[in-house]
């Protein structure tokens, strides 16, 4: 009995310690911590009345005694609201306050609010507020309860931003600025990389219509490929095509610094100014000519420079800064403020970056801020490109050129006006893909070059476009561009084989070795494996292969030796044959058949594609009179077969070239003429004595003859009969022997 007793006496106890517990469960200190919330319908027309279904969970152990609702914003105004039993409600007009009732852990009560939307009015989604409190008197320390609360007034918003305007900017060897443009208010997101891949992301959550993402740490005289992507509030997401864009080669010159405290300038007056060794405050430069508009011709350029101390020189630069010049007047030299003006002297058209620095007898350099002079005299004019991969032109034929999916090309053309900007547009013949290759300008050239990649096979024409820094617009068609689809591997039923290793072998003609294809340096894999549909993609050199396939299940197939004379696309597909074999573990052990196959690499593709002919017109309708190499009417060529070669100084392999149309030029009795587009006599000059060459060059430094002949690639051939009808067009190298061959029929 006694021992009972103590039981008893220490469950009382127990219980006694409890009372605060339980007691804690209706008390008012605000213990709500967790709880959700959602409300029905998300979507009202604009001037309806609607009766909004509430639903709140609580998700604490605290009971929920106390709810405010508030409307999303004043497009909103509240009505009443219908309770559960023993609820009772306040309002005004923002919100409506529910007390009285209870709401236990992970129950859920209803409410249903009246409201009417405004009328006359489409209103994005906003969020109403849904605020719980254990305390039923005051709803002391509310917390807000989180879940799907958004009401838009009209039409919900399904349609994806239009994205346009996309251009590359700002290119620098390690950085680029994309911009872009959106029909709607919407985020902005990059994705970049070395390949369509990407890998790298930049971001930025403001909802604009003018985007502008900055890319960073890029590695110099790379390929890039990107996309852009916007996604407006309501989450609908679109994106670019994959694009691309070139950064610049790193720059080996340096600006030049001050390492003495003897200042370096030789050409102005020396002044006897003595130098101030505690002086460490730089000269205040500023350039205070106007050069927001476009000239002609540079103006007179005038700035103020003053120190502390005394201005020992004035400088400016026309390069940010590479190299500097001597200012042509400055006045009050060795004194504390100086006067200068300058005049730079026989600037083509473009965009040149203007600054100046002064230096004090301490050695101090301030430099001003930078100013953009435009030089204008004519709009940007293109010149003919040339297509090439890895160390290698890819020869046209015919104004066409050869891709294959998912292999990088690179284009490069001069232009000359004072671009700023140009852009290779590549569009389908069918209109259903528009590619945007962006070029980059080579330092101290007129040359741009830039990456040309394609995902889907098809015939493309390539629009070039440039825009110079006065705003004028040149558009101009180049070749057009046959993009092959993807060879494949398959087995007999003709499914692809996912995960197909292909290797290529090249025959080394010096070792009479057959290893395997060094692809690196025109930017392939080798060997690859093919996709989920069986896909694989070579773009070969002149020269002799063949194809090793291998994939577990099947046997191994080892293709016929096949040879190229040029560069060329493979598109061929190989069937696999089932293989028997056994599993043990990891491996597979294939039974070996003893039927040997080689296939023949089946690439009729060249073949198949149509060249681009131009209509057959007569020479005598072109004139060359008025060029710098003197007065040259094609009428003069009649008589004689002709060949008329047009070339450039900067385009690969033209030293070769030229040799094949110098020896040609040796037999009376064909004409060959060569026309130098978009480069002055003087400037081909020293090209011309270098080489030695006896061929008669033709001028054209302002692309007169581009429109006119159509020339669109580098080299270029007009193959012209005796009485002056072209009988054929080449647009690739051609050598002595197959220019002779051509013009013998004629």
Not at 149 to 155: A, E, R, S, V, Y
Request: a negative charge.
């Amino acid at each position: 009995m006694p021992k009972l007793r103590k039981l008893f006496i220490s469950f009382l106890a127990i219980l006694v310690s409890l009372v605060p517990l339980f007691s804690n469960l209706n008390n008012v200190n605000a213990q709500i911590v967790n709880c959700s919330a959602s409300v029905t319908p998300n979507q009202v027309n604009p001037g309806s009345t609607q009766d909004f279904t509430m639903s709140v969970m609580n998700g604490s152990a605290a009971r929920i005694h106390w709810i405010k609702f508030t409307r999303p914003s004043t497009n909103f105004t509240l009505g009443g609201i219908t309770l559960p039993p023993v609820w009772t409600s306040t309002s005004d007009a923002d919100s409506i306050t529910v007390s009285g009732g209870s709401i236990n852990l992970g129950v859920s009560r209803t409410f249903t609010l009246t409201g009417v939307a405004a009328a006359n009015l489409n209103a994005p989604s906003a969020n109403w507020i849904v605020e719980a409190s254990d305390d039923a008197a005051s709803g002391s320390n509310p917390f807000s309860c989180s879940g799907p609360l958004g009401t838009q007034i009209g039409t919900p918003d399904t349609t994806a931003p239009v994205i346009s305007n996309v251009v590359v900017s700002n290119i620098t060897s390690s950085s680029a600025i994309v911009t872009w443009d959106t029909d709607e208010a919407a985020d902005s997101t990059v994705n970049y990389g070395t390949t369509s891949g990407y890998g790298s992301t930049q971001a930025d959550a403001s909802f604009v219509t003018s985007h502008s993402v900055n890319l960073t740490g890029l590695s110099a005289n790379t390929a890039y490929h990107y996309e852009v992507v916007s996604k407006d509030p309501s989450n609908n997401s679109t994106s670019s095509s994959d694009n691309t864009f070139l950064t610049q080669a790193a720059s080996s010159s340096t600006p030049p610094t001050i390492t003495t405290t003897t200042p370096s300038t030789t050409s102005l007056p020396i002044p006897t100014v003595n130098p101030n060794p505690g002086d460490k405050e730089a000269p205040v430069v500023q350039i205070t000519t106007d050069l927001s508009k476009p000239f002609k011709e540079a103006p007179s350029i005038s700035g103020t420079a003053t120190d502390n101390f005394a201005v020992y020189s004035v400088e400016y630069s026309l390069d940010d800064g590479v190299n500097w010049l001597p200012v042509d007047s400055v006045t009050g030299l060795a004194s504390k403020s100086v006067s200068f003006a300058f005049k730079p002297a026989g600037l083509p058209d473009g965009n040149y970056s203007i600054i100046a620095r002064a230096i004090d007898p301490s050695a101090n350099v301030g430099v001003s801020s930078e100013k953009v002079l435009i030089i204008d005299v004519l709009p940007p004019l293109i010149g003919p490109s040339v297509v090439s991969f890895g160390p290698l032109v890819s020869q046209a034929e015919k104004g066409v050129t050869f891709a294959v999916i998912g292999i990088d090309e690179k284009i490069t053309l001069k232009a000359l006006g004072g671009p700023i900007s140009v852009n290779i547009e590549a569009s389908s013949e069918d209109k259903s893909e528009t590619k945007v290759f962006t070029l980059t300008k080579a330092k101290d050239s007129e040359l741009w070059s830039g990456v040309l990649a394609f995902s889907k096979a098809g015939t493309y024409t390539l629009l070039a476009k440039a825009v110079d820094g006065a705003a004028n617009k040149t558009e101009r068609v180049l070749n057009k561009v046959v993009v092959a689809p993807s060879s494949k591997i398959t087995d007999a039923d003709g499914k692809g084989v996912k995960g197909a290793k292909v290797t290529a072998y090249y025959f080394d003609n010096e070792s009479n070795t057959w290893s395997v294809w060094d692809s690196s340096a025109y930017s392939q894999k080798n060997p690859q494996t093919t996709n989920q549909n069986g896909e694989y993609n070579f773009f070969f050199p002149a020269g002799k292969y063949y194809l090793k396939v291998e994939a577990v299940g099947y046997h191994d197939l080892t293709t016929s030796i096949f040879e190229q004379s040029e560069n060329q696309v493979i598109e061929s597909t190989l069937k696999m044959e089932k293989a028997l074999g056994i599993t043990l573990g990891d491996y597979y052990l294939k039974i070996p058949t003893f039927v040997i196959r080689h296939p023949k690499i089946v690439n009729d593709f060249h073949n198949e594609v149509e060249n681009q002919i131009a209509e057959k017109k007569n020479l005598t309708d072109y004139d060359l009179t008025g060029v710098s190499a003197g007065s040259v009417k094609t009428v003069d060529f009649n008589g004689k077969p002709t060949v008329l070669a047009f070339l450039s100084s900067w385009a690969p392999g033209i030293e070769d070239q030229i040799r094949e149309l110098d020896e040609l030029g040796k037999n009376s009795d064909f004409n060959v003429e060569a026309v130098v587009l978009l480069e002055s006599k003087e400037k081909f000059a020293a090209f011309e004595k270098i080489g030695g060459y006896n061929l008669a060059f033709i001028a054209d430094p302002l692309g007169a003859e581009l429109k006119d002949f159509n020339v669109v690639s580098l080299p270029s051939f007009l193959i012209v009969g005796r009485d002056g009808t072209i009988t054929n067009e080449q647009t690739k190298f051609l050598s002595k022997e197959d220019l002779q061959a051509q013009l013998s029929k004629l």
